[in-house]
């Protein structure tokens, strides 16, 4: 119980994201060491059958448009299968999110991350270090996230 409640955590915030690789939905290769530039990184893992994973994703668009005068990066990796790929272009392309989409249909970004239950969120500072975790949307669970954004900010 003590290595669940005490260092699990400490594991998960250790984790760097700069050198994980995805193909965008378009085939080019994002890669997080540069692109990592931004006053925040929020990252969110989701399935296109998951259904908090969508409702999650006006909140977090909410959450850029209302702090615009940051430069919040969010990036969308959807861990669908190679089959599923065609809705989720059709999801992206019906919602006007303003995100970075990437895909990681084998895993191995979500394996790297300690990712296994979705909607799973991140933040991740210009270092690429894990700052923030939360597993799971329910309305509201975007505030939790905005004071972990604004504590990043006052360093």
Known sequence: ???????????IFAQDVKQIELDDVNGDTFVFEENLN???TIISFWAIWCLPCQKEMPALQALK???KDKDI????????????????KNFIRSHKYD?????DPDGEASARLLVSN???????DSNGKVVYTHTG???GDEAELEKA???LWEK
């Open 1 to 11: 119980m003590f290595l669940i409640v005490f260092i699990w955590p400490l594991f």
């Open 38 to 40: 931004h006053d925040a």
């Open 65 to 67: 448009e209302k702090y």
């Open 73 to 88: 990066q969010i990036v969308s990796i959807s861990k669908d299968s190679p089959r599923s790929m065609a809705k989720v």
């Open 99 to 103: 995100f970075v989409y990437l895909l």
């Open 118 to 124: 979705i909607p799973y969120s991140m933040i991740v």
């Open 137 to 139: 949307y329910r309305k």
């Open 149 to 151: 954004l604004l504590k």
